[in-house]
Structures are given as structure tokens and as C-alpha cells.
């Protein structure tokens, strides 16, 4: 069974750059037709997908975060690493990272991480 796990700061100060990694096993993260994604929950709000890397290599965003984020990967370590640029207070969130096929995006995922708390403050 694939397993996910998030790894990083619990907290950033505005304007920095929040960065996550997440540690795949009991699977591989160049599957032909998976995908990695990073999603996020503000308090209060709704799940919102961020991004996703995929099996190839390929990158997709949000378009809302397009600007700030980016996503890469560690084909040797079984990792994929979020990036988020100039943080205010309104990323302030649980991240995850959560495995999807045949495609990106919140409603095709299978396996998902336990999340992390990021709080951005000053």
C-alpha cells in the first residue's frame, strides 16, 4: 500500500517561502499515470487542490496560485517538494500530499498524507 508523508516547518513568516516535502513508499512516483498532488485546508474552508507533478515529470497548478507555487521532485529519494512564495497569514493551512490517477486534481485521489499544520506569523 502507497504511503505519504509530509515533512517541513510548522511555521513561516510572511514573505518567506514555505517549503514541504513529501515522502512516498510502497510506491513509486514515476507509475505511468499517477499523480502527486498538494492540496491544502484554510480553517474554516474548504479543500483547495494547489498543484501536481506527474508521473513524467510534468507540472500543474492552480491558476489562483500559479505565481507563488512551484512543485518538483526527488525521483532518487521518493520525494516531492511544494514551494510557495511571498506567504501571508491567508496560507495559513493543513497541507497535504495525496496520490490521484489517472489524472490530477481532488477527485480522482487514492492515497492521501496525514497533513501538517503551517501557520504563517510574523
Known amino acids: 500500500q502507497v504511503q505519504l508523508q509530509e515533512s517541513g516547518p510548522g511555521l513561516v513568516k510572511p514573505s518567506q517561502t514555505l517549503s514541504l516535502t513529501c515522502t512516498v513508499s510502497g510506491g513509486s512516483i514515476t507509475t505511468n499515470y499517477y499523480f502527486w498532488n498538494w492540496i491544502r485546508q484554510p480553517p474554516g474552508k474548504e479543500l483547495e487542490w494547489m498543484g501536481a507533478?506527474?508521473?513524467?515529470?510534468?507540472?500543474y497548478y492552480s491558476p489562483s496560485l500559479k505565481s507563488r507555487t512551484s512543485i518538483s521532485r526527488d525521483t532518487s529519494k521518493s520525494q516531492f517538494t511544494l514551494q510557495v512564495s511571498s506567504v501571508t497569514p491567508e496560507d495559513t493551512a493543513v497541507y497535504y500530499c495525496?496520490?490521484?490517477?489517472?489524472?490530477?486534481?481532488?477527485?480522482?485521489?487514492?492515497?492521501w498524507g496525514q497533513g501538517t499544520q503551517v501557520t504563517v506569523s510574523s
Open positions: 507533478i506527474a508521473y513524467s515529470g510534468s507540472t
Open positions: 495525496a496520490s490521484s490517477h489517472p489524472i490530477y486534481g481532488l477527485g480522482t485521489t487514492d492515497y
